[in-house]
């Protein structure tokens, strides 16, 4: 550990998913250099590892108040997190937020909110750096630990307080870690359909932006992907309804 680190704010943060769609937490450790401790944490009912993972990193830049007088140094095993901040946004808004592929950016809103938090402590920028996950870093062990309590529903006792009663030891932090190099994207099949099921309804959208829309914010609201027409009535089946349900073309 170099002397620095002692006079930048620290943050783990870390995401965590049952299901992939399913019930998501996500966590955060900040340790300033006056040497103030404080741990966040929260939940979700239906989301995904990434939403999540992105939600650890805004919180915890949310918890600093702006202007910051420390450099900001944030460790994430979230090579998602790190690529998109650092590299993928910049392209994303030149394509008026789409992808590579010309398909809409996935988690926009998340991406905005963490783009005006970097904006919000400017002068002040952000070190982003991977750690390795489950390689003993205290501080990811712990945000993992918080993360995937509240993915699991249970409660957790968040720390805030000083340094020197923390019992983890934040400042036990990992060697500079490279990235992991990505893996060459594998095309893959595109979908039937997307099916929604809201206020007795069942849809059928021929892209996933209709179906988004469509379910976003509604309580109860179910939706699934189907590869083929087959798999259409397995899906209402999966549901619970009869498989000759009719189904709205969007």
């Known amino acids: 550990m170099k002397k620095s680190d002692f006079k930048s704010t620290i943050i783990f943060t870390d995401g965590a998913c049952t299901g992939n769609p399913g019930p998501g937490g996500w966590a955060a450790i900040l340790v300033n250099p006056e040497?103030?401790?404080?741990?966040l944490g929260g939940k979700a009912a239906e989301t995904t590892n990434n939403r999540m993972e992105l939600m650890g990193a805004i919180k915890a830049l949310k918890a600093i108040r702006a202007p910051h007088p420390h450099p900001i140094v944030v460790y994430t095993d979230s090579t998602y997190v790190i690529r998109g901040i650092t590299e993928w946004i910049w392209a994303w808004r030149s394509r008026g937020?789409?992808?590579?592929?010309?398909?809409?950016?996935?988690?926009?809103?998340?991406?905005e909110d963490l783009s005006r938090e970097l904006t919000r402590l400017k002068p002040q920028t952000i070190d982003w750096k991977y750690v390795r996950g489950h390689t003993g870093v205290p501080g990811n062990e712990r945000v993992d630990e918080i993360a995937v309590a509240y993915a699991n529903g249970k409660w957790v006792e968040l720390y805030k307080g000083t340094l020197i009663q923390y019992g983890v030891a934040i400042y036990d932090l990992p060697e500079n870690q490279d990235l992991p190099e990505m893996r060459p994207r594998e095309k893959k099949a595109a979908a039937h359909s997307y099916l929604s099921y809201q206020g007795g309804v069942v849809r059928r959208h021929h892209n996933w932006a209709g179906c988004e829309r469509r379910v976003k914010g509604q309580s109860g609201a179910k939706f699934k992907k189907a590869m083929s027409a087959a798999e259409e009535p397995e899906i209402l089946k999966g549901w619970g309804l009869n498989v000759k349900t009719p189904i709205v073309d969007d």
């Open 35 to 39: 040497g103030q401790v404080l741990e």
């Open 97 to 111: 937020w789409k992808n590579a592929e010309g398909n809409d950016v996935s988690n926009r809103e998340l991406w």
